[in-house]
Every structure is written in structure tokens, then in C-alpha cells.
């Protein structure tokens, strides 16, 4: 234990028994760096499974809860781009899932190759 003097401007000085070494290290502990948020990509493609499709899910709460954005994106390879109707569909259940934890940045768009959603968290 130490003797720690808490004000010396007051009549008489104010002073106090603590483990300085561990308040000093409390303080230290207080003021970390904040959280920069990152920007995670998940792909998926129209053909992704039920089971892979509920990994990804996980994956993406995992990352909204350590208030990272995640990016979705949809990959569509030859004749897959005839039917976005279906990998529409599949992004709209992954927004469903995850509608507790995140919220909609940007909707979904075709741009080329990939449609992509961006999910920010609440």
C-alpha cells in the first residue's frame, strides 16, 4: 500500500492509501484505442448450400458484433446471371437472420458480375 497525496492545494492536503501500481494501471486500462471499423466481405454464389449459407450467416454476426460492416456479395458465374431472382432471394434470408444485430447500408444491385449487399451494425 502507498501513501498517495489526491490534493495538494487543499487546507489540510487530502491524501489516501491505495496500491498505486494498480491504480496506475486501471487508468492505462481506460484509455484504449478506439474501435476502427472494418469493412468484411463475405462471397457467396447461387449455388451455395442451405448449411454453408447458415456458416456465412454466423461469420457475419460474428463480425457485426465486433461492429465491423460486412459486404455480401453475390457471384455469378455464366449462365447463373438468368436467374438473380433466386440469389435475391437467398440475400433477402440472410438480411432476415441477421435483422437483430445489423441494418440494411446499401441494397442489393446488380453491378456486372456481382450483387452485393452492405450490412452496418445497429
Known sequence: MDLVE????????????????KFKYKQKKAHHKPHVTHLKELRLRPKTDAHDLETKIRQARKFLEKKDKVLVNMIFRGRERMHTESAKGMLDE????LEDVAKIEKTS??????????????
Not at 487546507?11 to 496500491?19: E, Q, Y
Not at 440472410?94 to 437472420?97: P, Q, S
Open 109 to 122: 444491385a446488380m453491378d456486372g458480375r456481382r450483387m452485393g449487399i452492405i450490412l452496418a451494425p445497429k
Open 6 to 21: 489526491v490534493a495538494a492545494e487543499a487546507t489540510p492536503p487530502v491524501c489516501r492509501l491505495m496500491n498505486y501500481g
Open 94 to 97: 440472410f438480411i432476415k437472420a
